[in-house]
């Protein structure tokens, strides 16, 4: 951005530790945001790959996948209470907030119902696991696998 000319940059001393850059945006870096602002979003695919292991599980390693559901959950948990800190932090009073502060907020709200739908989707799975007879077949039936997937 900086080469663009959207940005420039100074050095900024600090004591006791590295020195840092510090940005501020140009005219030109505003106009190509705003553009950029104005352009269609483009529509991502509606599959993540967790989804898919999950689906196809009962064709795997299934401790495995466990695990790392758990793991994923974890970093879950570990976002989720970050950004729950940042919005206390700095958003004490949201219903109060408007323009770029709103904006902000918003998108850190976005994070907030992003890490809960995980969590709650994640830990779904690994209860419905826990109170599962283990001794499942390790394969699908042939009227399990003719449904479609959702």
Known sequence: MEQDGWVTARVVEQSGRPEKREYSVTDAGRSALADWIATTTPRP???SEIAVKLRGASYGDRAAL???VAE????HRTRLAHYESLA??????PDRLH???LDTYL??????LQETFWIARLTEYLDAH??????CPATPTSSSRSRSAT
Do not use: H, N, S
Request: aromatic share 6%; proline share 3%.
């Open 130 to 135: 826990r109170t599962k007879d283990t001794a």
């Open 88 to 93: 206390a932090r700095d958003y004490p009073e």
């Open 99 to 101: 323009g770029a502060d």
């Open 66 to 68: 466990l695990a790392d």
């Open 72 to 75: 994923l959950l974890a970093d």
């Open 107 to 112: 998108v850190l709200r976005g994070g907030i």
């Open 45 to 47: 695919a509606f599959r």
